[in-house]
């Protein structure tokens, strides 16, 4: 495993106590910014049963579940479950687990929806098919995916790669301690040629004003993965 892997999997611990606060997620303005992504993530998942790696205190799992049949929000952290078990969500839809993203076999059950918010940019290069196709394993012929990650801002972009061509952000945690991350930023290209292969089908929505994409598409398992 990458040793930044576990780095980013240390740091989100360490951060869950303050992940809402610092990502705005508690600001009633914040929430009405990103109100057509969550409206787009409720239309795209309306009806399924859901699995959603990369959960964290679940901001986005509790929108999703307004409109899904079922959510297993899964997250590598107990530290950032325990941040979401103290929130009013929909616990009848709602359920947590603890999983590995690059791991899921220990994950019961089939599903024919799937998403991940601010995930799949930390993904690094190398191990982005593997981490698709145990992710794809447990889903259903046609189940709808839906990628969401932040776009750049002015700020965002280091000049930092490592050796893989990974993009690399050193953020601070509340305790002054400085970590490497990776964050990636793709273009329609590059995401285009990184999905193909699951599906034909895919559909890119940028929201610039808040500095959102959205990645969608219909996993079709008989066409791929052979």
């Given at each position: 495993m990458h040793k930044i892997i576990g780095e980013m999997q240390a740091y989100y611990d360490r951060r869950a106590p303050v992940f809402d606060a610092s990502m705005g997620y508690d600001s009633i303005q914040m929430v009405e910014q990103l109100a057509p992504v969550i409206?787009?993530?409720?239309?795209?998942?309306?009806?399924?049963r859901v699995l959603e790696v990369g959960c964290g205190p679940c901001f986005w799992t509790s929108f999703v579940s307004e409109t899904a049949r079922t959510i297993l929000a899964t997250d590598f952290n107990e530290s950032t479950l325990e941040q979401a078990r103290?929130?009013?969500?929909?616990?009848?839809?709602?359920r947590l687990e603890v999983a590995d993203a690059y791991d899921l076999s220990s994950v019961p059950g089939k599903f024919d929806g799937a998403f991940a918010v601010d995930w799949f940019a930390h993904v690094p290069q190398s191990r982005v098919h593997d981490f698709l196709v145990g992710f794809h394993k447990k889903?259903?012929?046609?189940?709808?995916?839906?990628?969401?990650?932040?776009?750049?801002?002015?700020?965002?972009?280091?000049?930092?790669?490592d050796k893989d061509g990974n993009h690399i952000q050193e953020r601070t945690l509340?305790?002054?301690?400085?970590?490497?991350?990776?964050?990636?930023?793709?273009?329609?290209?590059?995401?285009?040629?990184?999905?193909?292969?699951?599906?034909?089908?895919?559909?890119?929505?940028?929201?610039?004003?808040?500095?959102?994409?959205?990645?969608?598409?219909?996993?079709?398992?008989?066409?791929?993965?052979t």
């Open positions: 409206k787009l993530l409720k239309t795209k998942l309306e009806h399924k103290q929130k009013n969500l929909n616990w009848e839809k709602i889903l259903e012929h046609n189940s709808r995916v839906v990628f969401c990650d932040q776009l750049p801002a002015a700020h965002s972009l280091t000049g930092m790669f509340p305790d002054g301690s400085r970590v490497r991350i990776i964050k990636n930023y793709f273009t329609d290209q590059e995401i285009t040629t990184i999905f193909s292969r699951y599906s034909n089908e895919i559909e890119i929505r940028r929201f610039p004003e808040i500095y959102r994409i959205v990645v969608s598409y219909d996993y079709d398992s008989i066409s791929t993965e």
